[in-house]
């Protein structure tokens, strides 16, 4: 019979670290009010795309969206971001968006206006997920995916994380609107 002698080199490395930046983003000078009510009065669609022009601060936005695309680059040693498109949104009537990935490094969304309160805590939020598998009972580096990681739309919530996260919005309540900054890496 042979024992074998169990050595241990090394240590436990978190290989499925992701970063992601949740924080406000200052809206002074950004929006002076709700582009959705001004440029979009009444619309009915569930998601419509604005002139650029709806937000006058939009260049602003854009430096905020790159500083924290930069910030995720620099924590994973990746090369700094050049450049992002950013998207003016209005949700409404009961839009949702299924599980969805971006063809970008990095994706983000701030919340320029929201109205009214819902009443649903979760109606709205824009939830991330690990799309990755694990194994099923065992603990894995990268914790807390698993489950979804909501961002509650009120006025400056700010996110952003890689592109290859599966991203979803819950659905809107009927009476409510949201308007969004969407951003995506280039460069």
Same mark, same amino acid.
């Given at each position: 019979?042979?024992?074998?002698?169990?050595?241990?080199?090394?240590?436990?490395?978190?290989?499925?670290?992701?970063?992601?930046?949740?924080?406000?983003?200052?809206?002074?000078?950004?929006?002076?009010?709700?582009?959705?009510?001004?440029?979009?009065?009444?619309?009915?669609?569930?998601?419509?795309?604005?002139?650029?022009?709806?937000?006058?601060?939009?260049?602003?936005?854009?430096? &905020? @969206? =790159?500083?924290?695309?930069?910030?995720? !680059?620099? /924590?994973?040693?990746?090369?700094?971001? +050049?450049?992002?498109? #950013?998207?003016?949104?209005?949700?409404?009537?009961?839009?949702?968006?299924?599980?969805?990935?971006?063809?970008?490094?990095?994706?983000?969304?701030?919340?320029?206006?929201?109205?009214?309160?819902?009443?649903?805590?979760?109606?709205?939020?824009?939830?991330?997920?690990?799309?990755?598998?694990?194994?099923?009972?065992?603990?894995?580096?990268?914790?807390?995916?698993?489950? &979804? @990681? =909501?961002?509650?739309?009120?006025?400056? !919530?700010? /996110?952003?994380?890689?592109?290859?996260? +599966?991203?979803?919005? #819950?659905?809107?309540?009927?009476?409510?609107?949201?308007?969004?900054?969407?951003?995506?890496?280039?460069?």
């Amino acid at each position: 019979m042979t024992i074998a002698t169990l050595t241990t080199t090394g240590t436990v490395t978190r290989y499925w670290k992701t970063g992601l930046v949740i924080t406000y983003a200052d809206l002074t000078g950004i929006i002076t009010a709700d582009p959705a009510l001004t440029a979009d009065p009444g619309g009915r669609e569930g998601c419509r795309v604005l002139p650029p022009a709806s937000v006058p601060g939009l260049e602003a936005l854009e430096e &905020q @969206f =790159l500083a924290s695309m930069n910030a995720l !680059a620099a /924590a994973e040693d990746a090369p700094e971001v +050049t450049g992002c498109q #950013v998207e003016i949104q209005v949700w409404r009537n009961g839009y949702d968006r299924p599980a969805f990935s971006v063809q970008a490094r990095y994706a983000g969304w701030t919340t320029l206006a929201a109205s009214p309160a819902p009443e649903h805590s979760e109606s709205g939020c824009l939830a991330f997920a690990d799309p990755r598998a694990g194994s099923a009972g065992t603990a894995m580096p990268g914790l807390p995916w698993g489950r &979804q @990681f =909501l961002v509650t739309p009120v006025p400056g !919530a700010h /996110a952003v994380v890689p592109g290859w996260l +599966t991203c979803s919005v #819950v659905p809107l309540e009927r009476h409510q609107h949201i308007t969004v900054a969407a951003a995506f890496s280039i460069g």
